[in-house]
Every structure is written in C-alpha cells, then in structure tokens.
Nanobody, 123 residues
C-alpha cells in the first residue's frame, strides 16, 4: 500500500509560480509512475503530467513549457513546478501512483491517490 501526501498549494497571482510536492509514505515508490492530475469546479479530473521511474516525462498540452515534474527518489518525493500560472490553472491538484508502470494519462490506470491540494490563480 502506498500513501501519497500533497502539499504546496495556495493562492498566487497570474504569472507567478508554485511548487507542489507529493511525498510517499509507507513504501518506496521509486519504481512507480507518478502522475499529477487536476480538477476544477464543475469539470472532470484531467491529466497534467507524469514521470516514470527512469525520469521520462510527459505533459498535457495545456501545461507544456510551463510545468515540470522533477523527481527525487531518495526523498520519496515528486514535485510539480508550475511557472507562468494562469487563472485557468485554478483547480485541486492530485498526485497519483501507478505501480504497474503503464505510462498512461487516464486516471483509471493509477491505483493510489493523494488527498489533493488547492491551487488558486488570481487574475
């Protein structure tokens, strides 16, 4: 069993930056694919980015060039560095773990989820 805990959300002005953290508790997740998703009010949960155990990354078009997903396996932590934030990035952000390394963008391939952290970008 893997427990994921997100932190780092908050309120920021458009154009600003935030760094979210996803820490694993209870078991190492160094071999897992870790994904970030977000869900805005009234919208479905959407894929943001993912990183494999080897460091291979993939980003949604909406965040490409603005967000990065560095990983520190020694600390059991994956980050989401968000730059040039826009009001449309406002959402609850979730990290998720896929122990089978399916490298997917669908929420259904991720078995473990954190509780989410709110990000609000003001215009």
């Amino acid at each position: 069993q893997v427990q994921l805990v997100e932190s780092g959300g908050g309120l920021v002005q458009a154009g600003g930056s935030l760094r979210l953290s996803c820490a694993a508790a209870g078991r190492t997740f160094s071999t897992y694919v870790i994904g970030w998703f977000r869900q805005a009010p009234g919208k479905e949960r959407e894929f943001v980015a993912r990183i494999s155990w080897s460091g291979s990354t993939y980003y949604a078009d909406a965040v490409k060039g603005r967000f990065t997903i560095p990983r520190d396996n020694a600390r059991g932590t994956v980050y989401l560095q968000m730059n040039s934030l826009k009001p449309e990035d406002t959402a609850v952000y979730y990290c998720a773990a896929d122990p089978k390394a399916r490298l997917g963008e669908s929420a259904s391939v991720y078995d473990y989820w954190g509780q989410g952290t709110q990000v609000t970008v003001s215009s």
